[in-house]
């Protein structure tokens, strides 16, 4: 089993910029599909991003697919999400997770098998 833990949140004011890491260890990522959920206080999980075992295929929500990047190095078994132009409606913990048997046009959390802990964006007016 693949384990997950996120790094890269904090504090940033409106308009930045921040690079989310998902580091992985116990497996390696290339076999999974990955994605980036987003939660915020009293609100449901909700997907925003997810890359296919190659990195070449992405998928995006609407919502932000003008502000993020997602992307992979499996050799680093590492995925990450840029993201910039940030807004106060982007503070959220931000998770990673792990697919094994899914496309790129899952998005239910329960699609995926594996999370991590989840990293904190806060986000300055």
């Known amino acids: 089993q693949v384990q997950l833990v996120e790094s890269g949140g904090g504090l940033v004011q409106a308009g930045g910029s921040l690079r989310l890491s998902c580091a992985a260890s116990?497996?390696?990522?290339?076999?999974?599909?990955m994605a980036w959920f987003r939660q915020a206080p009293g609100k449901e999980r909700n997907w925003i991003a997810s890359?296919?075992?190659?990195?070449?295929?992405?998928n995006y929500a609407d919502s932000v697919k003008c502000r993020i990047t997602i992307s992979r190095d499996n050799a680093r078994n590492t995925v990450y999400l840029q993201m910039n132009s940030l807004s106060p409606e982007d503070a959220a913990i931000y998770y990673c997770?792990?697919?094994?048997?899914?496309?790129?046009?899952?998005?239910?959390?329960?699609?995926?098998?594996?999370w991590g802990q989840g990293t904190q964006v806060t986000v300055s007016s």
């Open positions: 890359i296919k075992r190659n990195g070449v295929t992405t």
């Open positions: 997770a792990a697919g094994d048997t899914i496309t790129v046009f899952y998005t239910r959390p329960r699609d995926f098998r594996t």
């Open positions: 116990g497996r390696s990522l290339s076999g999974y599909v």
